[in-house]
Antibody, heavy 123, light 110 residues
Framework: QVQLVESGGGVVQPGRSLRLSCAAS????????MHWVRQAPGKGLEWVAF????????YYADSVKGRFTISRDNSKNTLYLQMNSLRAEDTAVYYC????????????????WGKGTTVTVSS | QSALTQPASVSGSPGQSITISCTGT?????????VSWYQHHPGRAPKLMIY???NRPSGLSTRFSGSKSGNTASLTISGLQAEDEADYYC??????????FGGGTKVTVL
């Protein structure tokens, strides 16, 4: 079955960097666009970034634009989120999610989610 | 990227029906049929409940239904059950080619 497993979270100081990974299995990863979504403590879901199935199109939330970079390696069935210049407000559980439509270049819906990895930005 | 507007909480007794609204603008909810709804139990992965305004994923209970009128989408849960108690989020594609979520609605089964 479809499985998404995030890793790479941890405690990091403000201004430092962290890279999250999301290992995908159970489906043809190279055919699906992917997302990162986060949930800060006590807050709702916030979309972070999107990457098309072939990696050619990428979109970001204003709150992370210029600091975060989404990428993918279809040969390794893995999605990444490079997070630079981290701030306290980036503290959250980060989820990777699969877009529901194949070969798409924009959001449609998220039909599979990982269980998340926790990022804490604190000095 | 302003969040879509949802009521903070909705409650109902077992067996009743409840409706959660999700209000956006013509640049998101009103302009596209890429409106979806997610159920989220704390500590677990969110779960897709409705996609493309009114479609249910395969195997999902028919007690869940979605609709849209103008800039407002709605999720209706009929025959409310204890297991439905969770947070629910709407989401939409936007004119800026990004994604916006609602603030979330806590559903309580009385």
């Amino acid at each position: 079955q479809v499985q998404l497993v995030e890793s790479g979270g941890g405690v990091v100081q403000p201004g430092r960097s962290l890279r999250l990974s999301c290992a995908a299995s159970g489906f043809t990863f190279s055919g699906y666009a992917m997302h990162w979504v986060r949930q800060a403590p006590g807050k709702g879901l916030e979309w972070v970034a999107f990457i098309s199935y072939d990696g050619s199109d990428k979109y970001y939330a204003d709150s992370v634009k210029g600091r975060f970079t989404i990428s993918r390696d279809n040969s390794k069935n893995t999605l990444y989120l490079q997070m630079n210049s981290l701030r306290a407000e980036d503290t959250a559980v980060y989820y990777c999610a699969r877009d529901g439509k194949v070969f798409t270049y924009h959001y449609s819906y998220m039909d599979a989610w990982g269980k998340g990895t926790t990022v804490t930005v604190s000095s | 990227q302003s969040a879509l507007t949802q009521p903070a909480s909705v409650s109902g007794s077992p067996g009743q029906s409840i409706t959660i609204s999700c209000t956006g603008t013509s640049s998101d909810v009103g302009g596209y049929n890429y409106v979806s709804w997610y159920q989220h139990h704390p500590g677990r992965a969110p779960k897709l409940m409705i996609y493309d305004v009114s479609n249910r994923p395969s195997g999902l209970s028919t007690r869940f239904s979605g609709s849209k009128s103008g800039n407002t989408a709605s999720l209706t849960i009929s025959g409310l059950q204890a297991e439905d108690e969770a947070d629910y989020y709407c989401s939409s594609y936007t004119r800026s080619r990004d994604v916006v979520f609602g603030g979330g609605t806590k559903v309580t089964v009385l």
